[in-house]
């Protein structure tokens, strides 16, 4: 079976609304379908990578082989890990933590997008919350980081639900202009404090040493 050689295939968490898991190819080609029927108000572009910025069969091409790529170059001191986020049956968009040296920084990243049609239902509050219980009670994380443009105030919103608290900002060049993105941090209280939305984690064990945890951690 897949999991012996690659157990993050079996990685499940669930909230009571959603499902996220590690996608298969059925999950990758309905991700593709709804990136590519439209992720955000062309008019305003809420990534530092425009990846949406192309004729739909690309956008859809190219969020499938981030997915392949982002397998490929997996170690344990510099992880990716993208889910498919189910609601109801359907793949609504993708929810990602990622960490470097987290064996050392107790540190993760986080990420994700949801298809239009999903938007505004709350769905990106609980797709968030179950990754930071997969960092902080699964992982033993720390800390847990993001970003978001200034006029991104649904994923900044998001953000404050959970705790996380202003750390600065960053400067990035989108459409050849410049734009702050503001980053935002969690710590273990803060997220503890905050914490509201139940979360079940399926098939984290047989993961800890490619996230860089040691068994028992």
């Not at 157990?7 to 909230?15: C, F, K, W």
């Not at 997969?134 to 992982?139: I, K, T, V």
Request: aromatic letters at 8%.
């Amino acid at each position: 079976m897949l999991t012996d050689h690659w157990p993050i295939a079996g990685l499940r968490l669930t909230t009571p609304r959603l499902e996220l898991r590690v996608p298969d190819l059925d999950d990758l080609a309905e991700l593709g379908d709804v990136a590519a029927a439209g992720v955000h108000d062309p008019a305003v572009q809420p990534f530092s990578t425009p990846w949406t910025e192309a004729e739909p069969a690309m956008v859809a091409l190219g969020t499938i082989q981030f997915q392949w790529g982002g397998w490929a170059r997996w170690s344990p001191d510099d992880w990716n890990l993208q889910f498919v986020v189910v609601a109801d049956g359907r793949v609504i968009g993708s929810q990602a933590i990622s960490g470097k040296q987290f064996a050392v920084l107790r540190e993760v990243a986080s990420g994700s997008w949801l298809g239009l049609e999903f938007q505004g239902r709350g769905y990106g509050t609980e797709m968030r919350a179950a990754v930071l219980d997969l960092a902080f009670a699964g992982l033993g994380a720390e800390f847990a980081v993001s970003q978001a443009f200034e006029h991104n105030a649904a994923s900044y919103g998001v953000s404050k639900r959970l705790g996380y608290a202003d750390d600065g900002i960053e400067r990035h060049v989108v459409r050849g202009k410049p734009m702050v993105g503001r980053r935002v941090r969690l710590d273990r209280r803060s997220w503890a404090a905050a914490r509201s939305v139940p979360v079940e984690i399926v098939g984290l064990d047989p993961c800890r040493a490619l996230l860089g945890v040691s068994e028992g951690a």
